[in-house]
Each structure stands twice: as structure tokens, then as C-alpha cells.
Nanobody, 117 residues
Framework: QVQLVESGGGLVQAGGSLRLSCAAS????????MGWYRQAPGKERELVAV???????NYADSVKGRFTISRDNAKNTVYLQMNSLKPEDTAAYYC???????????WGQGTQVTVSS
């Protein structure tokens, strides 16, 4: 069973920055994809950014150029550096883990990001 622990959310003014972290434990699968999704009140959960264990990345158009996803494979940890934050980035941010060749997704408990105008 994979456990994901997120940290780094909070309240920030528009234009500010935050860095989210997600540490995975309980797995020995080194080939995987980890990523960040977000869900605002009344909206569906959406992809923010994902990164494979090989370093390939994919971003939502709305965050390209502002957010950067990275990972430390030795620590099984993924990071999301969020710059130039906007009020529309306000949401609960969730970390997801999926082992390659698996259809099972594991989710973190979520961390709230609130951007004030």
C-alpha cells in the first residue's frame, strides 16, 4: 500500500510563490509517474502537472511557465514550485502516484492553496 504525504500549502497573495512536496512510502516500484492535481469548490479535479521517474513532464496549459514539477527519486518525493500565483489557482492540491504498467492510482490527503487578490 502506497502512502502519500503532502505539505507546503497555505495562504499567499497574488504574485507570490509556494512550494508543495509529496513524499511516497510503502512502495518499492521505482518506475512510476507522480503528479499534482487540484480541485476547486464546485469544480472537477484537474491535472496540474505530472512527472515520470525518467523525468518526462506534462503541464496543464493554465500553469505552463509559472509552475515547475520536479522529483527526487532517491527520496520518492515530488515537488511543485508555484510562482506568479493567481486567485484562480486557489484549490485543494492532491498528489497522485501510479506505478508504470499499473492501473491503480494512489492519492494523498490534499493540501489547500489559497491565493488572495
Amino acid at each position: 500500500q502506497v502512502q502519500l504525504v503532502e505539505s507546503g500549502g497555505g495562504l499567499v497573495q497574488a504574485g507570490g510563490s509556494l512550494r508543495l512536496s509529496c513524499a511516497a512510502s510503502g512502495t518499492t516500484v521505482s518506475i512510476n509517474v507522480m503528479g499534482w492535481y487540484r480541485q476547486a469548490p464546485g469544480k472537477e479535479r484537474e491535472l496540474v502537472a505530472v512527472i515520470s521517474s525518467g523525468g518526462s513532464t506534462n503541464y496543464a496549459d493554465s500553469v505552463k511557465g509559472r509552475f515547475t514539477i520536479s522529483r527526487d527519486n532517491a527520496k520518492n518525493t515530488v515537488y511543485l514550485q508555484m510562482n506568479s500565483l493567481k486567485p484562480e489557482d486557489t484549490a485543494a492540491y492532491y498528489c497522485k502516484f501510479r506505478a508504470t504498467f499499473s492501473t491503480v492510482d494512489y492519492w494523498g490527503q490534499g493540501t489547500q492553496v489559497t491565493v488572495s487578490s
